[in-house]
């Protein structure tokens, strides 16, 4: 989908002649400003309104351990955003730190907000926005807590301290920061991992917010 937002500011564009006596050269407009962040629940501005935010897409990534939400922003100063967001530790079934020997494949799943094209002309930002999502599987050192998963278009590395999990995500040539949660079910005998992360780069336009989860059973 694609999102066009006026902003209500008037766009700066400088002109000059041309050394040939033609038509006007017009710079182009500063790239977009594209930051990333970790914050709390956002909600649908439907709902609850959020100064200064014009429009919004957002997902949901949860599974029995915790759940979390994914969002693509344009500001009022037409700035985009990817954030991510734990809602919550749904804690259907408890769970403990990892173990601390063995290794494992762990079979998961992936979905990020994928926003790139991000520009602005006359004072309007736009950009593309598409949903993507599919299997992945997670090599994870149990002795060393380090972890690495790659799909054709997510690659993530991360390492577990208790049931912290944190690392960083590359996805579309941008890397950005993950978070989460890792351990092992005691009721279900499995070990998990779920992580949050978004990336941003304003120089390539591109911005993106996702999720990862995964779990092996023994």
């Known amino acids: 989908m694609k999102y ?5 500011i008037l766009p700066i564009a400088l002109m000059a002649c041309s050394p040939d006596g033609g038509s006007p050269v017009i710079d182009p407009e500063a790239p977009v400003e594209v930051t990333a962040s970790f914050r709390g629940l956002i909600m649908d501005p439907g709902i609850v309104p959020e100064v200064g935010l014009l ?42 730190a990892r173990p601390t020997i063995g290794s494992a494949s762990m079979n ?9 094209n991000i520009a602005r002309t006359d004072g309007v930002t736009t950009y593309d926005v598409s949903t993507l999502e599919g299997p992945i599987t997670v090599e994870v050192n149990f002795a060393t807590g380090m972890l690495t998963a790659t799909a054709d278009d997510l690659s993530v ?9 944190t690392g960083s995500a590359t996805h579309n040539g ?6 989460g949660r890792a351990g092992r079910d005691t009721i279900l005998a499995r070990d998990f991992i779920y992580g949050l992360f978004q990336g941003a780069s304003t120089e390539e336009g591109k911005a993106f917010a996702g999720g990862i989860k995964a779990t092996v059973d023994y």
Do not use: C, H, W
Request: hydrophobic share 40%.
């Open 4 to 8: 066009a937002l006026s902003l209500t």
């Open 157 to 165: 590395i991360a390492s577990i301290a208790g049931t912290e999990l």
């Open 174 to 179: 941008v890397t950005g920061d993950l978070i």
């Open 108 to 116: 998961g799943s992936y979905k990020i907000l994928s926003t790139e």
């Open 55 to 96: 429009a919004i897409t957002q997902d949901s990534f949860s599974d029995l351990y915790t759940a979390g939400n994914m969002s693509i922003v344009t500001n009022a100063d037409g700035s985009v955003s990817a954030r991510t967001a734990y809602v919550e530790d749904i804690g259907l079934s408890p769970f403990v």
